[in-house]
C-alpha cells in the first residue's frame, strides 16, 4: 500500500519552539491521521471516457466521520495538473490526450486542520480514434464539423464537435467542408485525418491519428511560392496526395514528408475536373479530365517528382462534348469515371488501368496501359448523384432521396434500391469488406446516417445516427472489423 502524507505546519511548529526553554511541561494531541485504502496504482483509459473509481475507503486513526475534501488530479509530466472530480467517488471525463500520466494522484484534505494526503497513481490514456466512423458536416454558418463514432465498442455514442474538444485553444474549422480523408501510412508517411474545406485560415487541416491533435494547416500562404486564391475540391490521397481547386489546378504534397504542398505548374489551355493516382505509378502519373479539351489526360512529372509538368492526352478514347459526372473504383483500383453527353442524354462508363509486369526471371518489366470506354448507357445519375461501385459489378447510385441500384451493362435494369429517405442523399461509403452501405440523407437541418446491408437494402443493420448540418463526406478509420 502506498500513501504520502504531507503533515503541513508540523515541522515548522518544531523548528520555532525548539530554541526556546524546555519547561518540561508537555501536552500532546494525537493526529486523527487518515490512510487511504481500495485504491489501484494504475488506471487504463480511453480519452473521452470517464475515469469512474468507487472503491476508495479512508481510514482515521480517530474520529471515523471528519470532514474531508477530495481531489483527483491528473499530473503530466510537464507539471499541467487538472483536478478532474472533487468527489469521494471519482467520476471525471478524461480529456487528455493519449499517454502516460504517471504524477497523477488523489489528495484527500482533513478540512478540521487543513492536513493533506496523497495516494499516487499512474493514468494511462489510450486513443478512441484508431477505428470508428467518421462524420465531416456542413453547419447552417458554414462551419465544418466533425462527428465520429467508434467501431472497436458496441453502441458507442456519436461524439460531436471533435476538433473543438480535442483542440480547445485553437477555435474551428474553416468553413464550406468538401472532403475527410484518412492516411493510415500506406500512401503517405504521415498518418492522420485530412480535412478540407474552402474558406477560412484552415483549408487543409491535418489531424494526429491518435489524438486529433492539429499538427499542421495550410491556406494560400503556406503553399510553397505561390500567390493567388486556393479553394481545393477535391484530395486524392496517393504518394502523398494531389489537390483539385475550383479552378482545376493541380497541387501537390511532398510524399517524403507529406508537409510541403506545392504550387501547380501552368499547364495552358486546361481545367481539370477530376484527378487521381495512377495505380502502380501513382507517384509519377495521374489521370485526370480536361474540361477545356474535354479528353482524357495523363500528368507526369519529367523535371521535379513533386509537380506534374507534363500533359499526355489518351487520344484513343473519343470524349468530345461530354463532360465529367462521377468517378469510383473498385477495391483492386481500377479507376472507373463516367461522363455524361447532354446533347444525346447518354452516360459513358470508363476504365483506365496502368500496371506493371515482370520478366519470368524480374530481370525487367514494362507498363500495361488498359484505357477503353465500358458501357454507354441512357443517362441514371442526376448532376449531384454520389456512386459507388462493388466488386460484385454493382453500381449504387444517389437519386433525390433514395437510392438506386443497376449491373455495370448497358441493358441492366434500374432498381429502385432503397425507400424513400428523410431528404436528400449527400453520400455513400461502403464498409472495409463491402457488406454494408453508409448512406447519408438531410432534411434542410439533420442528417440521418442510415447502415444498409450491401446485399439487402430491406436489411437496415442500426439504428440511423443523427447528425447536426448536411453530411458532406464520411471516411473510416482502422479496417473495418465490424463487432455488431
Same mark, same amino acid.
Given at each position: 500500500?502506498?500513501?504520502?502524507?504531507?503533515?503541513?505546519?508540523?515541522?515548522?511548529?518544531?523548528?520555532?519552539?525548539?530554541?526556546?526553554?524546555?519547561?518540561?511541561?508537555?501536552?500532546?494531541?494525537?493526529?486523527?491521521?487518515?490512510?487511504?485504502?481500495?485504491?489501484?496504482?494504475?488506471?487504463?483509459?480511453?480519452?473521452?471516457?470517464?475515469?469512474?473509481?468507487?472503491?476508495?475507503?479512508?481510514?482515521?486513526?480517530?474520529?471515523?466521520?471528519?470532514?474531508?475534501?477530495?481531489?483527483?488530479?491528473?499530473?503530466?509530466?510537464?507539471?499541467?495538473?487538472?483536478?478532474?472530480?472533487?468527489?469521494?467517488?471519482?467520476?471525471?471525463?478524461?480529456?487528455?490526450?493519449?499517454?502516460?500520466?504517471?504524477?497523477?494522484?488523489?489528495?484527500?484534505?482533513?478540512?478540521?486542520?487543513?492536513?493533506?494526503?496523497?495516494?499516487?497513481?499512474?493514468?494511462?490514456?489510450?486513443?478512441?480514434?484508431?477505428?470508428?466512423?467518421?462524420?465531416?458536416?456542413?453547419?447552417?454558418?458554414?462551419?465544418?464539423?466533425?462527428?465520429?463514432?467508434?467501431?472497436?465498442?458496441?453502441?458507442?455514442?456519436?461524439?460531436?464537435?471533435?476538433?473543438?474538444?480535442?483542440?480547445?485553444?485553437?477555435?474551428?474549422?474553416?468553413?464550406?467542408?468538401?472532403?475527410?480523408?484518412?492516411?493510415?501510412?500506406?500512401?503517405?508517411?504521415?498518418?492522420?485525418?485530412?480535412?478540407?474545406?474552402?474558406?477560412?485560415?484552415?483549408?487543409?487541416?491535418?489531424?494526429?491519428?491518435?489524438?486529433?491533435?492539429?499538427?499542421?494547416?495550410?491556406?494560400?500562404?503556406?503553399?510553397?511560392?505561390?500567390?493567388?486564391?486556393?479553394?481545393?475540391?477535391?484530395?486524392?490521397?496517393?504518394?502523398?496526395?494531389?489537390?483539385?481547386?475550383?479552378?482545376?489546378?493541380?497541387?501537390?504534397?511532398?510524399?517524403?514528408?507529406?508537409?510541403?504542398?506545392?504550387?501547380?505548374?501552368?499547364?495552358?489551355?486546361?481545367?481539370?475536373?477530376?484527378?487521381?493516382?495512377?495505380?502502380?505509378?501513382?507517384?509519377?502519373?495521374?489521370? !485526370?479530365?480536361?474540361?477545356?479539351?474535354?479528353?482524357?489526360?495523363? @500528368? +507526369?512529372?519529367?523535371?521535379? $517528382? /513533386?509537380? =506534374? #509538368?507534363?500533359?499526355?492526352?489518351?487520344?484513343?478514347?473519343?470524349?468530345?462534348?461530354?463532360?465529367?459526372?462521377?468517378?469510383?473504383?473498385?477495391?483492386?483500383?481500377?479507376?472507373?469515371?463516367?461522363?455524361?453527353?447532354?446533347?444525346?442524354?447518354?452516360?459513358?462508363?470508363?476504365?483506365?488501368?496502368?500496371?506493371?509486369?515482370?520478366?519470368?526471371?524480374?530481370?525487367?518489366?514494362?507498363?500495361?496501359?488498359?484505357?477503353?470506354?465500358?458501357?454507354?448507357?441512357?443517362?441514371?445519375?442526376?448532376?449531384?448523384?454520389?456512386?459507388?461501385?462493388?466488386?460484385?459489378?454493382?453500381?449504387?447510385?444517389?437519386?433525390?432521396?433514395?437510392?438506386?441500384?443497376?449491373?455495370?451493362? !448497358?441493358?441492366?435494369?434500374?432498381?429502385?434500391?432503397?425507400?424513400? @429517405? +428523410?431528404?436528400?442523399?449527400? $453520400? /455513400?461509403? =461502403? #464498409?472495409?469488406?463491402?457488406?454494408?452501405?453508409?448512406?447519408?440523407?438531410?432534411?434542410?437541418?439533420?442528417?440521418?446516417?442510415?447502415?444498409?446491408?450491401?446485399?439487402?437494402?430491406?436489411?437496415?443493420?442500426?439504428?440511423?445516427?443523427?447528425?447536426?448540418?448536411?453530411?458532406?463526406?464520411?471516411?473510416?478509420?482502422?479496417?473495418?472489423?465490424?463487432?455488431?
Amino acid at each position: 500500500m502506498k500513501a504520502l502524507y504531507f503533515l503541513t505546519g508540523l515541522l515548522m511548529a518544531a523548528g520555532i519552539f525548539s530554541c526556546a526553554e524546555d519547561k518540561g511541561n508537555y501536552d500532546y494531541a494525537t493526529l486523527n491521521t487518515i490512510t487511504i485504502k481500495g485504491m489501484a496504482d494504475e488506471y487504463i483509459i480511453d480519452q473521452n471516457d470517464t475515469l469512474w473509481v468507487d472503491t476508495l475507503r479512508l481510514d482515521f486513526a480517530l474520529e471515523e466521520n471528519a470532514k474531508v475534501g477530495y481531489e483527483w488530479v491528473i499530473r503530466a509530466q510537464d507539471g499541467k495538473a487538472e483536478v478532474i472530480s472533487t468527489a469521494k467517488n471519482c467520476g471525471g471525463r478524461i480529456i487528455q490526450a493519449p499517454g502516460s500520466y504517471s504524477q497523477s494522484y488523489l489528495c484527500v484534505t482533513d478540512l478540521t486542520n487543513d492536513l493533506k494526503y496523497y495516494y499516487p497513481f499512474r493514468l494511462t490514456v489510450n486513443t478512441p480514434y484508431k477505428i470508428g466512423l467518421y462524420i465531416l458536416s456542413e453547419m447552417a454558418d458554414g462551419t465544418a464539423r466533425l462527428s465520429m463514432q467508434r467501431r472497436d465498442k458496441e453502441n458507442a455514442p456519436l461524439i460531436n464537435n471533435l476538433f473543438e474538444l480535442c483542440n480547445p485553444d485553437l477555435g474551428t474549422l474553416g468553413k464550406k467542408p468538401v472532403q475527410l480523408a484518412y492516411c493510415d501510412g500506406m500512401y503517405v508517411s504521415t498518418t492522420g485525418l485530412l480535412v478540407f474545406c474552402q474558406e477560412g485560415d484552415k483549408k487543409i487541416s491535418l489531424l494526429n491519428s491518435e489524438s486529433l491533435l492539429l499538427e499542421r494547416y495550410w491556406n494560400e500562404s503556406s503553399i510553397e511560392n505561390y500567390s493567388g486564391p486556393f479553394e481545393p475540391v477535391l484530395y486524392n490521397c496517393d504518394m502523398g496526395g494531389t489537390v483539385l481547386d475550383r479552378e482545376g489546378r493541380v497541387f501537390t504534397f511532398n510524399y517524403s514528408s507529406n508537409k510541403t504542398l506545392y504550387a501547380p505548374v501552368k499547364l495552358e489551355n486546361t481545367r481539370f475536373s477530376w484527378i487521381v493516382g495512377g495505380g502502380s505509378l501513382a507517384s509519377s502519373l495521374n489521370y !485526370a479530365y480536361d474540361e477545356e479539351s474535354q479528353q482524357f489526360v495523363m @500528368l +507526369e512529372n519529367t523535371k521535379n $517528382a /513533386l509537380q =506534374f #509538368d507534363q500533359l499526355k492526352l489518351i487520344d484513343t478514347l473519343d470524349t468530345k462534348g461530354q463532360t465529367f459526372r462521377a468517378f469510383t473504383s473498385n477495391s483492386e483500383q481500377v479507376l472507373y469515371p463516367v461522363l455524361y453527353d447532354p446533347s444525346t442524354g447518354v452516360e459513358h462508363y470508363y476504365e483506365l488501368n496502368c500496371g506493371v509486369e515482370y520478366a519470368p526471371d524480374w530481370s525487367d518489366y514494362w507498363y500495361v496501359y488498359i484505357h477503353k470506354e465500358k458501357v454507354a448507357r441512357q443517362a441514371v445519375m442526376e448532376e449531384s448523384s454520389v456512386c459507388l461501385l462493388s466488386d460484385m459489378d454493382y453500381w449504387y447510385v444517389s437519386k433525390g432521396n433514395h437510392i438506386v441500384r443497376y449491373f455495370f451493362s !448497358a441493358t441492366s435494369n434500374v432498381e429502385e434500391w432503397t425507400p424513400e @429517405l +428523410e431528404g436528400k442523399v449527400t $453520400a /455513400l461509403m =461502403f #464498409d472495409y469488406e463491402q457488406e454494408r452501405i453508409f448512406v447519408a440523407a438531410y432534411d434542410g437541418t439533420k442528417s440521418y446516417i442510415h447502415e444498409f446491408s450491401a446485399a439487402d437494402a430491406n436489411q437496415e443493420l442500426a439504428e440511423p445516427l443523427e447528425v447536426e448540418g448536411r453530411v458532406v463526406s464520411m471516411c473510416v478509420a482502422g479496417k473495418w472489423d465490424w463487432i455488431y
